[in-house]
């Protein structure tokens, strides 16, 4: 039977400081309190730690282990995928509409969501900064899928993504993933292994090699551009 550690309370106002991730056990609960702070959710993200809340709960930060990732070497497009994107039935853009890809994202969820008012108001935030990224999927000028997520230097940490068009979801990761590694990124972090990430190739690793290519990735230098 596997111990559960008790995660660290964070007071509201405290220093966007956050326990080292390795303490945390394999569900990966490390801390919960504090807020959306620009400056808390970079450092978390520094340290391979993101925020899920979870309705009715103080804020929660996580680092699972294992963490899920994804790369050229392992992604999967699959010649229907292949016709799909030669088609060009679908337009992709970059950082064009991020606070509606991430509310395009919290909708309709049969699990409900952890993308709530809030938490939007702060990864805007992060975007207008430079921090937080958006793909944007259109068809007949009309929005039908998209991801977002934050950037560390060589990191890219995948947090959602959505579609309204079926294959929209799956152009937006594949140019992504494509197209930052052609920039730059190093590391692509989309949290947990699904049955959808998986069949795009997917990967989970132990937490302490992710930490250990966070480091490495996080202090590069990379400018990600229009794809």
């Avoid at 930490?211 to 202090?219: F, S």
Wanted: charged fraction near 20%.
């Amino acid at each position: 039977m596997r111990s559960r550690r008790i995660p660290v309370l964070l007071p509201p106002g405290c220093p966007p400081i956050f326990p080292d991730p390795n303490l945390a056990d394999d569900e990966g609960l490390i801390a919960v309190g504090a807020d959306l702070s620009r400056e808390r959710l970079l450092a978390a993200y520094d340290q391979g730690i993101f925020p899920w809340p979870a309705e009715g709960l103080p804020l929660l930060w996580w680092s699972p282990n294992p963490r899920a990732i994804m790369d050229l070497e392992h992604l999967h497009v699959s010649r229907s995928m292949r016709r799909v994107l030669a088609s060009k039935r679908f337009q992709v853009t970059f950082d064009q509409a991020f606070e509606q890809v991430m509310i395009e994202c919290g909708r309709e969820r049969d699990e409900g969501t952890w993308i709530t008012p809030a938490m939007v108001e702060a990864y805007v935030d992060l975007h207008r900064r430079g921090h937080a990224h958006s793909v944007e999927v259109w068809s007949d000028g009309e929005l039908c899928g998209g991801l977002y997520g934050v950037q560390r230097g060589g990191l890219f940490a995948a947090e959602s993504m959505f579609h309204r068009l079926t294959n929209a979801s799956k152009v937006a990761l594949i140019t992504c993933i494509q197209g930052f590694f052609a920039a730059g990124i190093t590391l692509f972090d989309v949290q947990f292994v699904t049955e959808h990430l998986a069949s795009l190739g997917a990967y989970a690793i132990p937490r302490r090699d992710y930490l250990r290519r966070l480091g490495a990735a996080r202090v590069s230098s990379v400018k990600l551009i229009e794809l």
